[in-house]
């Protein structure tokens, strides 16, 4: 299945991978918080990223704020990964291309001063 990774170093990529928690726990490195960025797409972040000291995730922080999806002075810490999902099986699914369009025109419209 497509999905985009986003790193603290700002690079975005279309990723294929198998479903499962592992792969995005992985990902992530550690325990998994969810956070809808849109209808039928969630963010998978570090649940412990900011206890744990992982740096500042400038791109996945954007597309949240972008979303409302969390508060204006929150912020994402370490890697993130988006995936779709289906609200009638409960499961993660595959991006659409215009899903992986959309994140990319996002994510490339940012200026880093």
Do not use: C
Request: no cysteine; proline share 2%; net charge negative.
């Amino acid at each position: 299945m497509t999905a985009i990774t986003i790193t603290v170093d700002g690079a975005v990529s279309r990723t294929e991978y198998e479903p499962g928690l592992k792969f995005l726990q992985t990902a992530v490195g550690g325990y998994i918080e969810a956070v809808d960025i849109a209808e039928g797409m969630t963010m998978y972040v570090n649940e412990e990223g900011k206890m744990s000291g992982l740096a500042e995730n400038v791109v996945a922080t954007y597309l949240a704020w972008n979303a409302a999806a969390i508060a204006p002075h929150d912020w994402i810490a370490g890697d993130a990964i988006i995936a779709g999902f289906d609200f009638e099986t409960g499961e993660n699914r595959a991006l659409t291309d215009e899903e992986v369009r959309t994140l990319f025109a996002h994510s490339s419209s940012l200026t880093f001063v």
